[in-house]
């Protein structure tokens, strides 16, 4: 069955980065566009990143551009979230997802002092 699984969330500092994957299974990953949401406590899913199948192209909230990277690697099968100069703001469940697949359980990445 198709689905996604999201994995590399924690604790980290204000200021310090950490990069998340996700992987497919499934499905036709290499034909798939791919995107990042996220969502804090009390607040809606919101859209961080999203990347075309290639690869070459990717659209970032205004919340998140310049600090976070998104990228694939179709040989994988699996999609990255590079973040870098993170805040307490950046907190939420990290989700990845793809038209047709399920939401996975997401990963939680926390940024507190």
């Known amino acids: 069955q198709a689905q996604v699984m999201e994995s590399g969330g924690g604790l980290v500092q204000p200021g310090g980065s950490l990069r998340l994957s996700c992987v497919g299974s499934?499905?036709?990953?290499?034909?798939?566009?791919m995107t990042w949401f996220r969502q804090a406590p009390g607040r809606e899913r919101e859209f961080v990143a999203s990347?075309?199948?290639?690869?070459?192209?990717?659209n970032y909230a205004d919340s998140v551009k310049g600090r976070f990277t998104i990228f694939r690697d179709n040989a994988k099968n699996t999609l990255y979230l590079q973040m870098n100069s993170l805040t307490p703001e950046d907190t939420a469940v990290y989700y990845c997802?793809?038209?047709?697949?399920?939401w996975g359980q997401g990963t939680q990445v926390t940024v507190s002092p």
């Open positions: 997802k793809t038209i047709a697949v399920p």
């Open positions: 499934g499905f036709t990953f290499s034909r798939s566009v």
């Open positions: 990347i075309l199948a290639t690869g070459g192209l990717t």
